[in-house]
């Protein structure tokens, strides 16, 4: 056997934890519609909704590297990379990527109520990151008025699974995605929430999807007057994707296999010499 072929295996675990899975989720939110209903028939007014002019929006990300692990087999992470966009009326819709291009968010208004919210993150092994986007517009109803909010939310998340031999003593799952979209005025709200989650004992890949959910929230103005109110909307998505310590027990197991083969084979080539 070549000396560099022995020096080669004996690195070729040390090669093999570059190797990146990807561990991502994603969010749109859209289809937003308002129906109104008079809930009172008697006061001969018809029920109404006014958006005001003024609102808010706002993305943001952040992005971390993983620095390794602590004796008790706890996670170090880095300082986080966080990037965020806060607008308000006249701009309509903001459009932003993650500090590392990890990540993506966009959130949009027509000026009458909500319009389409997207987010994404990815990330490969030893790295955490999460988008986020988020609106807010005032609105009036009428004395007497019911409105009943609605949008659609599609979304999908998945994991690859761990390919090395290392298993943590109880620590954290290796991979982990989630993403969430919210509607709420005041106290009263709907979501979605949707989760996955890949470990090291059992390393299988996962996927999850949700299409076309439909989210409905009701507000009721019973008084005998106008109210204001105010409309929300967040999405988030987060992932991570743990790397197992570097490098790992096999590796070295592998590296002192392939240097006492290196020791052989030299000393071989001296006696004959």
């Known amino acids: 056997m070549q000396l560099k072929t022995i020096a080669a295996t004996a690195l070729l675990g040390l090669a093999s934890l570059t190797a990146q899975a990807t561990t991502q989720a994603n969010l749109n939110l859209s289809n937003f519609g308002a129906v109104l209903t008079d809930i009172n028939l008697g006061d001969g007014l018809a029920p109404s909704l006014a958006w005001a002019n003024n609102w808010s929006l706002s993305t943001g990300s952040s992005d971390q590297n993983q620095l390794g692990w602590d004796d008790t087999q706890n996670i170090i992470w880095g ?23 990890r990540g993506h968010q966009s959130v949009s208004t027509l000026g009458q109520g909500f319009a389409s919210m997207s987010v994404q993150h990815s990330v490969e092994v030893g790295e955490k990151g999460f988008s986020q986007a988020f609106l807010s517009q005032q609105f009036t109803l009428s004395a007497g008025t019911q409105a009943t909010f609605s949008m ?36 009263v709200s709907t979501m979605v929430h949707t989760m996955g989650s890949g470990n090291w004992y059992w390393p299988e890949a996962y996927e999850a999807t949700i299409d076309g959910v439909l989210l409905n929230l009701t507000v009721k103005n019973s008084s005998t007057v106008d109210r204001v109110y105010y409309l929300s909307i967040a999405g988030l998505a987060g992932v991570d994707e743990t790397m197992a310590p570097v ?26 010499a």
């Open 79 to 101: 300082d986080h990379n966080i990037l965020s966009d806060q607008q308000s009326s006249p701009v309509a819709s903001l459009n932003n990527a993650s500090a590392f291009a």
């Open 247 to 272: 490098p790992e027990p096999s590796t070295y197991a592998l590296m002192v296999l392939g240097l006492a083969a290196i020791g052989a084979t030299a000393r071989r080539r001296s006696g004959k």
């Open 152 to 187: 659609s939310a599609t979304g999908g998340l998945s994991g690859s699974a761990y390919a090395g031999g290392w298993t943590p003593n109880g620590g954290p799952g290796y991979s982990n995605a989630w993403f969430q979209g919210r509607m709420y005025v005041g106290d």
